[in-house]
């Protein structure tokens, strides 16, 4: 095993786009809601609401389609047209079994920090089978300041009992990489068409599937991403 196992306390995940592929899932339940108002969010639509918190999301979906339906309704009724279509259509990620198992395995504590509501958290959790898999699962919804701001990354690591610099994130999106960057924790990229990991903790490795790609990602020179790479 290697020393770098002594240097990583804690991973901590984004779950869509890392955990699972609910981006689709996302836009299929945004246009069922604001098909009345003869709109409809495409994928490019979608990429720059990545990350941000759910007032955000909806506020800015107002404002491009001229809605005048409240934020509140909006997100009462997405969400349950999205919830409707995880218990169905929802998948983990390829590898992810094996990367929660390695880690556990390992003893490194594995939390989820999430911009989505704490119930779809923990439905897509119950869907894929990894209910309770997590030692800390957290939503950034009631807190004042949503990723880019470290905020939730701050709180899943003092949830898990572990400093900050002892944590790796994984992240897809360019608010989550900003937020664990300010929150001095390395990272490591996971664009949802090229996932990638580098966490060779030790030997053998399990088969990660996409997640068998990670490499570091921007992470300073001396902190624990560098030492992976």
Known sequence: ????????????????????DSE???????????????AVITPDDFKP????TQPEIFAAVKERFGIEES?????????ERYLRLVETKIEAMPGLYELVDWLKAL??????????????????LRCIRLEGAFDAVLSAVNLLHGKPHPDIFLLTAKELGVLPGQCVVLEDSERGVEAARRA???LFSAPLDSLIWGLTLCSPKPNLGR????????VSEGDVGSKIA
């Open 1 to 20: 095993m290697s020393l770098i196992v002594n240097l990583v306390a804690a991973v901590i995940f984004d779950m869509d786009g890392v955990i699972v």
């Open 24 to 38: 689709p899932l996302h836009i299929e339940s945004f246009n069922e809601i604001i098909a009345q108002y003869d």
């Open 49 to 52: 609401l990545v990350g941000r």
């Open 71 to 79: 934020i509140e309704s909006l997100m009462a009724r997405k969400q």
């Open 107 to 124: 003893g490194i504590k594995m939390g989820i920090a999430s911009a989505s509501p704490l119930k779809d958290i923990q439905t897509v």
């Open 184 to 186: 001095g924790m390395s």
């Open 211 to 218: 997640f068998a790609k990670f490499q570091t990602s921007e």
